[in-house]
T-cell receptor, first 113, second 113 residues
Framework: QKEVEQDPGPLSVPEGAIVSLNCTYS??????FMWYRQYSRKGPELLMY????GNKEDGRFTAQVDKSSKYISLFIRDSQPSDSATYLC?????????????FGKGTKLSVKP | SQTIHQWPATLVQPVGSPLSLECTVE??????LYWYRQAAGRGLQLLFY??????ISSEVPQNLSASRPQDRQFILSSKKLLLSDSGFYLC????????????FGPGTRLTVL
């Protein structure tokens, strides 16, 4: 079993839809959970950063972590064509200045106008 | 604000040729620096990271090497490229106290023929 699993998609939704992106993981030591957004041919950019279980909201984006199920989600409300990108989940054990991020392979999202 | 520059943006090289990719960071001092490779269908793979001049940690054994000759300069090299070295190479640093908050450069797309 891979450490982090993410459905590669592609996922295609109409503008205005609610999008749900998900990752599962196997390492129960993960405590920090991130979502990165990557536009085509660009470097990833950090979108959401959460610690342990619970929800975090930032505008149209909500990150949800369920450590008991080893499952994290990113919800996008009122999706826009500009949200079309690949979304990467990432996880880590520590929150300090040294360590490794473990990335999922990414889900490609397309929002149609 | 911090900015990462990478060059070249794209590169096409024959098998067996050498490689040198450069990453420089502006707007910070003594940053942690990372080299990732993103290959089709394989996600982001950490290759090397550095916490200071001359300090390199290798995550994946392969025919690549990294060097940090200056505080804000990180170089990825190879003496002889393989077909499997093709991919999108990303340099990253951290913004803030945690390595979880990584920000990435624009990347170098390498094609080995």
């Amino acid at each position: 079993q891979k450490e982090v699993e993410q459905d590669p998609g592609p996922l295609s939704v109409p503008e205005g839809a609610i999008v749900s992106l998900n990752c599962t993981y196997s390492n129960s030591a993960f405590q920090y959970f991130m979502w990165y957004r990557q536009y085509s041919r660009k470097g990833p950019e950090l979108l959401m950063y959460t610690y342990s279980s619970g929800n975090k909201e930032d505008g149209r984006f909500t990150a949800q972590v369920d450590k008991s199920s080893k499952y994290i989600s990113l919800f996008i409300r009122d999706s826009q064509p500009s949200d079309s990108a690949t979304y990467l989940c990432a996880m880590s054990v520590y929150g300090g200045s040294q360590g490794n991020l473990i990335f999922g392979k990414g889900t490609k999202l397309s929002v149609k106008p | 604000s911090q900015t990462i520059h990478q060059w070249p943006a794209t590169l096409v090289q024959p098998v067996g040729s050498p490689l040198s990719l450069e990453c420089t960071v502006e707007g910070t001092s003594n940053p942690n620096l990372y080299w990732y490779r993103q290959a089709a269908g394989r996600g982001l793979q950490l290759l090397f990271y550095s916490v200071g001049i001359g300090q390199i940690s290798s995550e994946v054994p392969q025919n690549l090497s990294a060097s940090r000759p200056q505080d804000r300069q990180f170089i990825l090299s190879s003496k002889k490229l393989l077909l499997s070295d093709s991919g999108f190479y990303l340099c990253a640093s951290i913004r803030g106290p945690s390595y979880n908050e990584q920000f990435f450069g624009p990347g170098t797309r390498l094609t080995v023929l």
